[in-house]
């Protein structure tokens, strides 16, 4: 199981790699009001940014934290608060209990792409894919990466469509793209 092996530290790297560190050739960038230092990993940058609170507060109740402070590399799609907030109500709270920390790893690993896949790799994924890739996350479950416009957006299993709306924030161990929705890996 994927998940296993990401939480086991056996993550094999993904084939599709820009060839260089995140950090190589991009600079910081500045996410919820916080510089994002490439020079970090994904959870010691999480961790200032403003605008991800609830992904921290859910990441360390899945207990990823060290799995995310990991060599990588990973790219991650990081919903922002008020896209937790979009769930349906009680959805949150119901996930951060710890009788449910199986649910909550399982939503989160969704969020997560093996390799190193900056907005190069994506729109390359998609252009060879002949107009939408597919990429298989962490917990083994698919995500749809598809132009919309000059945008990428990340359709889930359930259909729903999140934007990004900050590309290639280059971390020590992987890239976050800053997403508007919680993506679901089942309907």
């Known amino acids: 199981m994927k998940m296993h092996n990401l939480l086991g530290g056996t993550l094999l790297t993904a084939t599709l790699l820009t060839g260089l560190p995140a950090w190589a050739s991009h600079g910081p960038t500045e996410v919820g009001g916080a510089t994002m230092y490439p020079t970090k990993n994904i959870v010691e940058n999480a961790l200032n940014s403003g605008d991800h609170e609830t992904l921290v507060a859910a990441v360390k109740a899945a ?18 608060d008020s896209a937790f907030n979009r769930l349906p109500s009680g959805t949150v709270p119901m996930l951060l209990k710890p009788e449910n920390k199986s649910q909550l790893q399982s939503v989160l690993t969704y969020h997560v792409v093996p390799g190193n896949m900056d907005h190069q790799a994506l729109n390359e994924a998609v252009m060879e894919a002949g107009g939408s890739a597919q990429l298989e996350t962490v917990n083994g479950a698919m995500l749809t990466v598809m132009k919309n416009g000059n945008n990428l957006v990340v359709e889930d299993q359930a259909g729903n469509v999140a934007n990004i709306s900050t590309y290639d924030v280059s971390q020590a161990n992987g890239v976050i793209h800053v997403i508007d929705r919680v993506l679901m890996p089942h309907s």
């Open 63 to 80: 207990g990823l934290v060290d799995t995310l402070q990991g060599k990588g590399p990973f790219t991650v799609f990081a919903p922002v």
